[in-house]
């Protein structure tokens, strides 16, 4: 069987919505949504599934940039979309279903995005 | 005084201070019972009177004062229909006493207006429409079957005149059971919900594990809560007595079996609760309905129809 | 226009095994909306990579949840290894499906528990528990552990199983698929169970192919997919099916859980029959791991996400943990949408919420 863990294509961030509308389309489902801060960008990780077959997008995106939310598309996709906004400060925008933060009770910040400097 | 009055007066006397006592002992029964059915071990047989005077110890909040005076006015008229029951009043007035103290209950249950009491009280009262028919056919159904099973009035000097009385019915020659088959199953199917036990512990249940936590007892705290537990003794013992008043006859070995009717039907509520899920209020209602219908109608029907029969 | 009520349902609710937070509006008896939050008991684990290092990092994925925890365990090493290409030795391999299907009974029994106290069935609760109790006895027998068995290092399994110890896990699983017997007899065909579970919570395909469902509550609604089948551990080498229902409601999902259930133990039984005779159990990493990898498992409660990345320190950059449930939280609020009061807690129930794992 195919390794699909490791199949992770790299997409330019203007194509992440085209991509997830083709994905839609073809009747895949959203496996998960993911986000890494490295090397001061985010890298943000969108899984498709078909069956057993998967694919993984991966969208490398700076600190300050905005990132279109694919839950119109995709309804389950607004936990992901909020984990993100909230753990790592990925500026996400149009949520179906936006928390504004308040989907973890956590008292800090961003505390997944490592601050400039502290480590 | 004359001796039946004292009688009388013994019995009320006997039902107020001994049915708390009875009631609180079948709870730690049934509880016993439930958890051998479990493969538990279960509390102890006098927990439920430990649990009562711990509730009683506790404090009491309430955001509605009037809530403690409802629950009272609930309690009393609890027993006063206990002490019509066993007193040897009219079966009419004990039934009713009894609605008017599910009243008191759902007044003080909703003088609180929180969400989840409020679910339970709408489903208390789908309760009430289920139960409230059978007993009063039930009622209806003493009266029948003691016309035509011809009351002993001899020592009375009266002549084969149907009555509401308990008194009266207890004096008959042959248990009214033998009349009035349909009317005991329909009222054995609503002790179930009576005595709030699984498929049918909508309103409120024995344990927290439900949607509603606890429905309509939710809110009361401490004593109010204490005063539910005891008040639902007094029913139990009461409800029971009913029972048993289908197998009483002028013939004092009929107690024995009236005894042992008692027991079997109480079994068998812990064992449906034991083996049914609770189900929704829709099924509850058809079920109920259509085993009144099915069971106590016909039963209304044959003992409507049956003394013109024998007349002629 | 019947007045609209809205009803805190949890966190501390007792029919919930674990706190979410379900905002309920209701109209009489009937749900219109819901909206699910989350976020009592975040702990943050993931960032825990900072300070642990990948053969640290272990013990906390074990420590994401109790009941998943062997198999959080487990899909963290296997995602470390395959970063680090290190293939486990086969006896590694067995001894992992082995006790992945001791999680699965048990995890699925909890839940059947659950779910018979959420309709009311005390008698049922108590014996779905019962019977789970000699599957952690195995548990504690062959790891130390009832529930946090902490055996998966990188590169293989901590502790051997002995041949009298396999003997007497398989006598255990056959005994427990002999003891289910009548509980699934009850679960699938008392008339007021059936009552309860028939039509409650429709999640069609296309919903559940929509809304990302996954597990058993997918599989409930005719989609035939069980990670399993990729063949991790030494699932390539074991003969199953995967187990579907056309139901679509909380019968199929109680039927698909059942079934597996009996899968499980004829699973143990395969595993045991073709477990390989060797010492070797562990190989030990070398180097660290530099790379990423999007590790998929077949959880208890559906399909689990392990992603980890590496950079060539011991420290990871990032281990990410996808737990069924979360992907689950959508079709919940999907089928709450519409349903009767009285089915919420069989419904939260029916997507066998593990909140633990969803906040980590």
């Known amino acids: 069987m ?110 997944f995005l490592k601050k400039k400097g502290g480590k | 005084m004359q001796k039946a009055d004292i009688i009388k007066i013994v019995s009320i006397l006997a039902f107020i201070v001994l049915a708390p006592v009875l009631g609180g002992l079948l709870e730690g029964i049934d509880r016993k019972i439930s958890a051998r059915m479990q493969r538990r071990v279960g509390p102890k047989i006098t927990q439920p009177f430990y649990d009562v005077l711990k509730l009683f110890n506790k404090e009491y909040i309430s955001v509605n004062k009037k809530q403690l005076f409802l629950l009272l006015s609930h309690i009393f008229f609890v027993v006063f229909a206990g002490g019509l029951f066993f007193g040897g009043y009219d079966m009419l007035m004990v039934f009713l006493s009894l609605s008017t103290a599910s009243i008191f209950m759902i007044l003080a249950a909703s003088s609180t207006h929180t969400a989840y009491t409020g679910v339970g009280t709408v489903r208390e009262l789908v309760q009430m429409m289920c139960c409230e028919p059978a007993e009063l056919l039930v009622a209806v159904g003493f009266y029948l079957a003691s016309a035509v099973g011809g009351i002993h009035y ?7 005149d149907p009555s509401f009385m308990v008194k009266d019915l207890i004096n008959v020659d042959k248990p009214a059971i033998m009349y009035m088959p349909g009317f005991f199953i329909a009222f054995v199917f609503i002790l179930t919900i009576k005595f709030r036990k699984s498929p049918f512990d909508l309103s409120t249940s024995h344990h927290a594990h439900q949607e509603v936590v606890k429905g309509l007892t939710a809110e009361f705290s401490g004593g109010a809560y204490a005063i539910t537990e005891i008040a639902e003794w007094y029913e139990e013992v009461m409800l029971l007595g009913v029972v048993a008043l289908f197998f009483v006859t002028n013939n004092p070995i009929s107690y024995i079996w009236a005894a042992l009717a008692v027991i079997i039907v109480f079994f068998l509520e812990i064992l449906i609760d034991n083996t049914s899920a609770r189900v929704k209020w829709d099924l509850m209602f058809k079920a109920s309905w259509g085993v009144i219908l099915a069971c106590a109608g016909t039963n209304l029907l044959v003992l409507e129809i049956l003394p013109q029969v024998l007349r002629h | ?159 051997d199983i002995t041949p009298d110890m396999l003997k007497q896990m398989k006598a255990v699983a056959e005994n427990v698929g002999r003891e289910l017997v009548p509980v699934a007899d009850t679960f699938l065909n008392d008339y007021s169970v059936k009552s309860r579970l028939c039509g409650s919570g429709i999640l069609s395909k296309e919903d559940a192919i929509a809304l990302g469902a996954c597990g058993p509550m997918m599989r409930a609604s005719g989609i035939a997919v069980d990670h399993r089948k990729s063949g991790y551990a030494a699932y390539g080498n074991i003969d199953f099916d995967v187990i579907t229902s056309n139901d679509c409601d909380g019968y199929g999902r109680v039927y698909v859980r059942i079934q597996e259930l009996f899968q499980s133990v004829e699973i143990v039984r395969q595993a045991i029959d073709k477990i390989p005779d060797s010492e070797e159990i562990m190989i030990k990493p070398k180097g660290n791991p530099k790379g990423e990898y999007l590790m998929r498992l077949e959880q208890p409660r559906g399909e689990a996400f392990y992603y980890v990345k590496g950079n060539g320190s011991k420290n990871l950059d990032r281990f990410r943990v996808r737990t069924p449930t979360f992907g689950n939280l959508a079709p919940l609020v999907h089928t709450l949408k519409g349903a009767p009061f009285a089915d919420v807690p069989l419904l939260v129930l029916t997507i066998d919420p593990c909140v633990s794992c969803t906040e980590r």
């Open chain 1, 2 to 111: 195919e390794d699909y863990g490791k199949n992770i294509i790299e997409i330019p961030l203007e194509k992440l919505a085209i991509v997830a509308g083709e994905e839609k389309n073809a009747g895949h489902r959203l496996a998960q949504a993911c986000a890494t801060y490295v090397n001061d960008k985010y890298e943000l990780l969108y899984s498709f599934e078909e069956d057993y077959a998967m694919t993984t997008y991966k969208v490398v995106v700076g600190l300050d940039e905005e990132v279109p939310s694919i839950s119109r598309i995709f309804f389950p996709a607004f936990t992901y979309e909020n984990e993100m906004k909230e753990l790592f400060g990925v500026k996400i925008k149009g949520i179906v279903t936006d928390y504004n933060d308040k989907f973890y009770r956590i008292a800090t910040e961003t505390p």
């Open chain 3, 1 to 159: 226009m019947p007045k609209k009520t809205v009803i805190p349902f949890g966190p501390q609710h007792p029919v919930l095994p674990e706190p979410i937070h379900l905002d309920l509006v209701l109209e009489d008896e009937t749900v219109v909306d819901a909206i699910p939050s989350i976020g009592f008991i975040h702990r943050g684990l993931e960032s825990l990579v900072e300070k642990k290092d990948f053969n640290e990092m272990v013990y906390v994925a074990e420590r994401i949840c109790g009941i998943c925890s062997f198999m959080h365990g487990m899909g963290y090493c296997e995602a470390v290894e395959h970063v680090m290409d290190i293939d486990i030795p086969d006896r590694a391999k067995y001894l992992r499906t082995i006790w992945c299907e001791f999680s699965r009974l048990h995890s699925h029994l909890l839940w059947l528990g659950l779910l018979a106290d959420g309709f009311g069935f005390e008698a049922l609760f108590n014996e779905c528990w019962r019977i789970r109790e000699q599957v952690l006895d195995m548990v504690e027998m062959t790891t130390g552990g009832r529930l946090i068995a902490s055996v998966n290092r990188v590169g293989g399994v901590l502790k």
């Open chain 2, 154 to 160: 001899a020592s009375l000097g009266l002549a084969n």
